[in-house]
């Protein structure tokens, strides 16, 4: 996959740069848990650091017998108190419980049914969950599913490192980046690999110059009353849903 991802990523000449500084891809893919268990130790992680979360799951796993990873049933049988008491805090709690009744609802789908499934029908579904939003499932779509065209636009990183080896003076918006990046389909998560490396590469003085930044479409953000209205030929975007 990673020799044809090459092939249409190196017809962007400051992608072509940037894999031949980088090196080949090695996205280190996680382990394949089943949904539930993936999405719950993300709710687990997050805004903790990795040694923390590891702790509050170990002694998540522990309240139940035998000492396995709990199911979505365990979960909802549990009290929020005891849940408390490894360690979550009320609003994982409530994130929890809505994964525990979504994945037995279906909403969540099991992991023999996301083979079937689009990637934007997986985000839609499981973003639905309380306390999980879309960058969360396009982390479990790129390091645990293994899916090939994935650009999480609203991660961090890679909008920095876009910024840095594109030579741009601001950070690109997530949708001047999720514009640019129609060129490096299919093979989106490859790219969003060398720009997490990008930032990298910068840190140590290696990352290549680049000689003529992209002209992109950048989109401010507007704050809007409740009178106001989009000019004429401009098209709102649906408000973007939180974590």
């Known amino acids: 996959m990673h020799r044809s991802a090459h092939r249409i990523l190196k017809a962007d000449p400051v992608m ?52 396995a990873f709990p199911s979505p049933h365990h979960v909802l049988g549990a009290h929020a108190n005891h849940l408390r008491g490894v360690g979550f805090s009320f609003a994982k709690v409530a994130a929890l419980k809505d994964l525990a009744a979504k994945t037995l609802d279906g909403t969540v789908p099991a992991h023999v049914e996301l083979e079937s499934l689009s990637d934007l029908q997986i985000i839609e579904r499981i973003s639905s969950v309380r306390g999980i939003g879309r960058w969360t499932v396009e982390m479990m779509l790129m390091f645990r599913l293994k899916r090939p065209d994935v650009l999480p636009v609203d ?7 876009f910024r840095l080896a594109y030579g741009l003076k601001r950070m690109p918006t997530p949708r001047a980046l ?27 003085n290696k990352l290549p110059p680049c000689a003529a930044p992209p002209r992109i479409v950048m989109v401010k953000a507007v704050k809007r009353s409740k009178q106001a209205k989009p000019a004429k030929g401009v098209r709102r975007a649906p408000p973007s849903k939180s974590k």
């Open 155 to 161: 991660d961090f990183g890679v909008r920095n490192g």
């Open 16 to 67: 072509a740069a940037l894999i031949k500084a980088a090196g080949p891809c090695r996205i280190n893919y996680r382990e394949q848990h089943a949904p539930f268990e993936a999405l719950a130790r993300a709710i687990a992680h997050q805004q903790l650091h990795g040694v923390a979360a590891e702790r509050i799951l170990a002694r998540f796993v522990a309240l139940f017998e035998p000492p």
């Open 178 to 204: 999720a514009a640019f990046g129609e060129c490096w389909k299919p093979y989106r998560s490859i790219a969003a690999w060398y720009l997490w490396r990008a930032v990298d590469l910068a840190r140590v």
